[in-house]
């Protein structure tokens, strides 16, 4: 996981511990969780917003296709 061992990690928890203190420490995660949550359901929506435009340029080629013949 990006090159961080056990013990570069276990230093991040404590610097973290010690910034934002034991008792924000659940505040700090839930808002974490959401801003994770609503980034991969944005690119999620993206990707089938690109989807959907693909599917209507193919609809639309056939449609010209069917017109020339």
Do not use: C, H, W, Y
């Not at 690109?50 to 296709?65: H, L, P, T």
């Amino acid at each position: 996981m990006f090159g961080l061992g056990t013990q570069e990690l276990l230093i991040i928890l404590v610097l973290v511990m010690i910034i934002f203190g034991a008792g924000k420490l659940p505040q700090v995660g839930g808002a974490l969780g959401k801003g994770l949550r609503n980034f991969k359901k944005g690119m999620n929506d993206a990707d089938s917003e690109i989807e959907e435009g693909k599917i209507e340029e193919i609809g639309e080629n056939k449609d010209s296709e069917n017109k020339d013949a």
